[in-house]
Structure formats: structure tokens, C-alpha cells
């Protein structure tokens, strides 16, 4: 045999051996894929004949879960029933929360998030349900700027002298009316003037919210002057402490004008303004 003959041959018979190899494992792959998605019976690449498929059952096409694998389920997160409000919150260093109450009001609102934006800052809004029905844009601004909602009811009353029904469809309102505007439902709420009782503790911590109160109240709903505000503010400045303003709920223009005054000389000073952080049991 002449040698070219002998080559041609040797390279003939590769050729069959990579072609054959290449069904068995096309043949092993698709067993494989069918086996994984269901889409049919695992055939053998051995068999005899033409495959005949049968038709699909509509379950074949639904994967089926896997048992036992993934981070195990985490238990629901519970809010603890407290006896009396918050009055400050933790943090490291000279860290303050500025709080505003009983918007969002379109006339006050925006220049105090103007401000906070100015500075970077975030700060708390505890809003009234019916306030929000026509302030939703407010309460989007402050989901983009990192500032925190809070339930502060739906009509502002006095919860003690209401029953234990009415508190309740006071605030779930409030959180339904949030969580639509804001897109997450609130995880504080606040008594409106303070006025807290069992009930009420009770009820916010059932739907998921911590007290929170204040530590120096500006009086700014008072109108005592612009000066004096931001005062009250700079002097019961202190690591811990919750300012408590408005930013609704009647002329809230020396508020706004006492925010660009003592801000900044909280910055000054080395205070760090921010929001609270939740912990759950």
C-alpha cells in the first residue's frame, strides 16, 4: 500500500472516531438538559431506531423546587411593646435627629428640604394622613432625598380620649397613605402632643412602629421669633438629642428661617445630623 493511500486512510478512520465520539456526548448532553428541565424522557444514545416523543403532560413544563438548599427562612421581625416613648436615640460621636411635625405643607415643606439639601442633611417628617392626601409629591422628594416618614396619625387628635378602634384606624390609615406616597410603610410613629397611653403603644408596635418623642422642643408653634428657636436648638444640643419643629399646621415661616440659622452651626460645632436607625427584637 503506497503510502499517500495509507495516510488518507488513517485520517478517514480519525474523522469517524471524533464524529461518533461527538453524537455520544451531544446525545449524553441533551439527556442531561431534559432530565433538569423536564422537557422529556431521558433517551439512551444506544437505542435503536427513531426516538418517538411522547406528548407533554402541562406539569412537565413547571420546574420543581429543591428541598433543603438556600439560607434558612429568617424569623419575622417583631416591634417590642414599649411603656413610654423614646426620647433620644444612639449613635456614635455628636450625632442629632432634627424632627418636623404635621406636614407635609406645600407652603412650608419644600424650603426646609431645601435647606436640608443644601447641607446634606437627613431628617425626620412625622406626617398626618390627611396631609399627605395632598402632598404625595413632598413624600416622594423625601424618599429620593433619604429622609425618614413617620405616622403621626390622620387627623392630629388627642389619642387618649379615643378608644382603641379609633387609634388604630387613625394610624393604619396613615401607614397605608404613607407607604403609597412614600413606597414603604413607617416604621415611627408619634402622639400628637405627646399624648401617649397604653393603647396607643400598644397599637403602633402591632403595626410595626417604634415611639419616638423628642428631647428639646423648639416651641416654635408658639412664634416666639426666629432668633429664639434657633436658640433653643444650638443650647440643648447634645449627642443623642431629637429636635422636635413643624413644618405645618399653622405659620411655620420662622421655622423655616431658624432651620438656615442653626444648621449650619450644628455643622460647625461638629454635630452630626441624621436619622435613627431601627432595631429589632
Not at 384606624?169 to 397605608?176: G, V
Not at 399653622?250 to 445630623?273: I, K, N, T, W
Request: net charge positive; proline share 7%.
Amino acid at each position: 500500500m503506497k503510502k499517500d493511500q495509507l495516510l488518507t486512510r488513517l485520517l478517514t478512520r480519525r474523522r469517524a472516531l471524533i464524529a461518533g465520539a461527538g453524537a455520544v456526548g451531544a446525545a449524553a448532553t441533551a439527556g442531561v438538559v431534559t432530565a433538569l428541565t423536564g422537557d422529556g424522557p431521558v433517551t439512551s444514545a444506544t437505542a435503536a431506531g427513531p426516538q418517538v416523543r411522547r406528548p407533554l403532560k402541562s406539569s412537565e413544563y413547571r420546574l420543581q423546587p429543591l428541598t433543603g438548599y438556600g439560607p434558612p427562612r429568617a424569623a419575622p421581625r417583631r416591634t417590642l411593646v414599649r411603656r413610654e416613648p423614646l426620647l433620644r436615640v444612639s449613635g456614635r460621636g455628636r450625632t442629632m435627629v432634627l424632627t418636623f411635625d404635621d406636614g407635609p405643607d406645600p407652603r412650608y415643606t419644600p424650603d426646609i428640604l431645601d435647606t436640608l439639601a443644601e447641607y446634606d442633611v437627613r431628617a425626620m417628617f412625622f406626617v398626618c394622613g390627611e396631609m399627605v392626601a395632598g402632598g404625595r409629591k413632598l413624600l416622594a422628594r423625601m424618599a429620593d432625598e433619604g429622609h425618614v416618614v413617620g405616622n403621626h396619625t390622620w387627623s392630629h387628635p388627642l389619642l387618649t380620649r379615643l378608644t382603641r378602634r379609633q387609634i388604630r384606624s387613625q394610624m393604619e390609615r396613615t401607614s397605608d397613605v404613607i407607604e403609597d406616597a412614600y413606597g414603604e410603610r413607617p416604621e415611627w410613629f408619634r402622639a400628637p402632643y405627646g399624648a401617649w397611653n397604653r393603647a396607643a403603644l400598644q397599637i403602633g408596635a402591632e403595626l410595626g412602629m417604634e415611639p419616638l418623642a423628642w428631647t428639646v422642643d423648639t416651641l416654635d408653634w408658639t412664634a416666639p421669633g426666629t432668633r429664639s428657636i434657633a436658640k433653643r436648638v444650638e443650647h440643648g444640643a447634645a449627642p443623642g438629642v431629637v429636635v422636635l419643629s413643624h413644618d405645618a399646621g399653622g405659620d411655620r415661616s420662622q421655622s423655616v428661617r431658624a432651620l438656615r440659622r442653626y444648621l449650619p452651626e450644628l455643622l460647625d460645632s461638629g454635630y452630626h445630623v441624621t436619622v435613627p436607625r431601627r432595631h429589632y427584637a
